[in-house]
């Protein structure tokens, strides 16, 4: 099982931004509440249930994308425009008993134009359990 809790952003550029964040990880995706301003506390856990061996969970990305949203019915995920995001391999996170990434903050940038700085950050915790691991504190 792989968990991330997207905690908090910070530094979002814009004026009265309401964002959104949508992790996806091994092909499933998860996106928090909509919150207010440039400094928004998510605190929202997702569960990710993978089946695969250690070598091949090494080879997947997690991939965090913050957009500005508006108003939006289901579906219209797409047409919501991009904030930043954040990539990363799995193979990237440091070796132990369990993959974990505690309270890191990760620099959002723009996919389409990396020459562009910044575009804020978020705080997230992830980590990965394996049958019969506890979950750390």
Not at 24 to 43: L, S
Not at 112 to 126: C, P, R
């Amino acid at each position: 099982q792989i968990r991330v809790r997207v905690i908090e952003g910070r530094q979002l550029s814009g004026n009265n931004i309401k964002p959104v964040v949508k992790v996806h990880v091994c092909g499933q995706t998860h996106r928090t509440r909509i919150k207010r301003g440039n400094n928004p506390y998510f605190d929202e856990i997702f569960f990710y249930n993978v089946h695969m061996t250690p070598s091949e969970l090494l080879d997947e990305t997690v991939s965090i994308r913050v957009r500005k949203n508006g108003a939006c019915s289901k579906g219209c995920w797409m047409h919501i425009a991009l904030f930043g995001h954040f990539t990363m391999m799995f193979r990237t996170i440091p070796v132990s008993s369990v993959f974990l990434v505690m309270r890191k903050w990760l620099l959002l940038n723009d996919p389409e134009d990396t020459n562009s700085g910044a575009k804020g950050y978020i705080k997230v915790s992830m980590f990965v359990l394996g049958t019969g691991d506890e979950p750390p504190v």
